[in-house]
């Protein structure tokens, strides 16, 4: 995401990239972006299949 409703946008940007690699896919959440309430990175916790769709996981500080 780079704009919305035409202006740029600035605020944090999280991923979610999928990629294909001799006939398998590999769904990456990139959390590079984000930062929790105390302005650490974001940390996946837990990633996995559930019922074929790609979950994840994910937290910070309280």
């Known amino acids: 995401m780079t704009k919305v409703d035409g202006?740029?946008?600035?605020?944090?940007i999280n991923y979610l990239r999928m990629h294909f690699v001799k006939g398998?896919?590999?769904f990456i959440l990139d959390l590079a972006g984000g930062?929790?309430?105390n302005d650490y990175p974001l940390v996946v916790l837990k990633?996995?299949?559930?019922?074929?769709n790609p979950t994840?996981?994910?937290g910070g500080t309280d």
């Open 7 to 12: 202006q740029d946008y600035s605020g944090k």
């Open 24 to 26: 398998k896919v590999y």
């Open 35 to 37: 930062s929790d309430a």
């Open 47 to 52: 990633n996995r299949l559930k019922n074929g």
């Open 56 to 58: 994840w996981t994910w």
